[in-house]
């Protein structure tokens, strides 16, 4: 049997009789396309038997291009000002305005003879943020940072977009500038709004709060020695299309801030923090280390911080660019660290949230600085037990995986009864980091008493059995996943003492089991509340205001990965 290479001029023609391509005012077309290797900023008649045509913004009863009324085309100008004629002609095609054939550039010919490059086209216009309304009752939030324009972000921005939030949390390093020249800050920031992925997020017009961090303040965990910070300040405010009366451009030094927002009985207090703007070194390759002193918010933004908890609300969600609740990497000396001193600040803090003998992710983290992070859980602790909030959810970005935490606070005789907080990681868009991570604050994989179905003992990781260490649920000679649920110092699992794992929709002393991916032994490299292998993942919290209940998961391109329901 003989095959046949169709043409484009086939194609065309087969798709013309198909769809009967419509006649179009230029005003349908898009400003640039691709046609066979050249490069249109105008109208063609290649392969379209002298007809005018142009490939169109948006499809026509499914027709994806158009034949245009040439009397609509406007006039394209070269780069000394002059006219395009109309039509340029060349070996056998008519254009109106400008190509590539045959050249690098957009060029057309001229009414006074010979040929031009044409000016460049003019970037589309940039648009705006939305912002969020007061008056506006949450119920879904989403959340996430490390914006990279690789991998799967467009099909995790394109799913989270069809959620249809209430607001959007960018958590930081929203643009990977690490620069102290504010015009290229500027210009990374206008191409990010200018990609094609993230132009359909604005145009969704979801409303939208933000913090930055480290590569969007300026340099790699810089704080407030960064040089540019105040002219940094400008440009994030810029980008993110703040109201002019905004304190923070009248005078505000970082860009905390805070809103309320919903009615009566049914108010989320957001809070996003500037954890770098003030922050002393944490180590002393980033300057003078200030022991004791040292600060991460500096102390206005605490006196406001203090405040703005005592204002009465439902729930409280705290944005902050790097994660809150994960305890003291301790694989390395306590004396590298900036905040150190000469140890007892440091130490009394570590011991009064009754982590000693915790150790925890190795990367950025409030615990760098102890003291500063038992200042904070107190506050909040605080402001539960004085009744003002009901739940406490951390927000967090940068390290390019997702998590579901949960920390209990211990009592306090200053700050009242013990507190459970809970924290969601949400890091990044075309962002992976398929590594173990320490966390012994992860959230609990609940298990039962050796299969009795009642799902109230915390799995203990990580445990040995037969010899190999496990991070997570297994199903090793059972039919079911399982866990140890006591262990000896050496980790090794005590006999007898095991359940299943708590399945999607079981009771746990929290709350319930939401979403497990069947395939999360793919997304991870410990348990489940780990996500980290999936490409792209951000966050959602699903505030359910009848039932009081909220929902955290960790969301990847492809599906809800893993969530828990608690009770507010």
């Known amino acids: 049997m003989k095959t046949y290479t169709l043409t484009p001029a086939v194609l065309m023609l087969m798709s013309s009789v198909a769809n009967a391509e419509p006649e179009v005012h230029y005003e349908s077309c898009k400003s640039t396309f691709n046609y066979l290797a050249a490069q249109y900023q105008g109208t063609t008649d290649k392969n379209n038997s002298g007809s005018q045509w142009c490939y169109l913004k948006q499809s026509i009863e499914g027709a994806t291009w158009g034949h245009v009324r040439t009397e609509t085309i406007p ?85 989270l977009i069809g959620q249809q939030p209430d607001l959007f949390l960018w958590l930081g390093d929203n643009i990977y500038a690490d620069t102290t020249d504010m015009a290229v800050m500027r210009q990374k920031y206008d191409d990010k709004k200018n990609n094609s992925e993230y132009r359909k997020f604005l145009e969704a017009k979801i409303p939208v709060m933000a913090i930055w961090d480290d590569h969007d303040f300026g340099w790699n965990n810089e704080g407030k020695h960064y040089p540019q910070r105040v002219n940094a300040q400008k440009e994030y ?106 140890g007892k600040t440091f130490n009394a803090a570590i011991a009064s949230l009754e982590e000693t003998n915790m150790s925890g992710t190795s990367y950025e983290s409030w615990a760098e600085m102890p003291a500063q992070r038992e200042r904070l859980l107190r506050l909040v602790q605080k402001s539960v037990n004085e009744g003002k909030t009901k739940a406490v959810v951390f927000l967090s970005g940068d390290q390019h995986w997702g998590e579901l935490l949960q920390k209990t606070i211990p009592a306090s005789s200053a700050y009242g009864q013990a507190v459970n907080v809970y924290e969601v990681t949400a ?16 959230l609990p994989i609940y298990a039962d008493d050796k299969g009795d179905g009642n799902f109230a003992k915390a799995c203990q990781l990580p ?41 999607a929709g079981a009771s746990i002393p929290t709350g319930r089991v939401g979403a497990i991916s069947k395939d999360i032994a793919k997304l991870t490299t410990s348990n489940r509340h780990l996500i980290n292998k999936s490409g792209s993942n951000y966050g959602l919290i699903d505030i359910d205001w009848q039932n009081r209940e909220l929902k955290m998961s960790i969301e990847t391109a492809n599906e809800e990965a893993v969530s828990t329901i608690i009770k507010f």
């Open 75 to 159: 006039e394209f100008k070269t780069v000394t000002g002059k006219a395009c004629k109309t039509p340029s002609e060349y070996q056998g095609e008519k254009f109106y305005g400008c190509t590539t054939r045959n050249h690098t550039a957009p060029w057309c010919y001229i009414e006074e003879g010979g040929w031009e490059e044409c000016q460049p086209e003019a970037p589309p216009a940039l648009l705006a943020h939305t912002q969020p309304l007061q008056s506006k009752r949450l119920d879904r939030v989403a959340l996430g940072s490390c914006f990279k324009t690789k991998g799967d972000m467009p099909e995790a921005l394109a799913k």
């Open 237 to 342: 405010l810029r980008h993110f299309d703040v109201d002019k009366a905004d304190p923070r451009l009248n005078g505000q030094a970082g860009i905390y801030e805070a809103k309320m927002l919903g009615g009566s009985g049914e108010t989320t207090h957001v809070i996003t923090l500037d954890a770098r703007y003030f922050r002393s070194p944490t180590f002393s390759s980033y300057g003078a280390c200030e022991g004791e002193s040292s600060t991460i918010l500096g102390e206005a933004q605490w006196q406001w911080l203090e405040q703005e908890l005592q204002k009465p609300s439902e729930i409280k969600l705290i944005a902050s660019g790097i994660q809150v609740l994960p305890p003291l990497h301790q694989g390395r000396s306590k004396t590298n660290y900036c905040a150190y001193g000469d």
């Open 427 to 442: 890091s990044g868009f075309g962002q992976n980091w398929p590594y173990h991570i320490e966390n012994p604050l992860r």
């Open 463 to 503: 445990f040995k059995y037969a010899g190999v260490t496990y991070q997570g649920c297994i199903t090793r000679d059972n039919d079911k996943p399982w866990c140890y649920t006591q262990v000896d110092d050496n980790q090794k699992g005590i006999e007898g003492e095991w359940g299943n794992c708590a399945p």
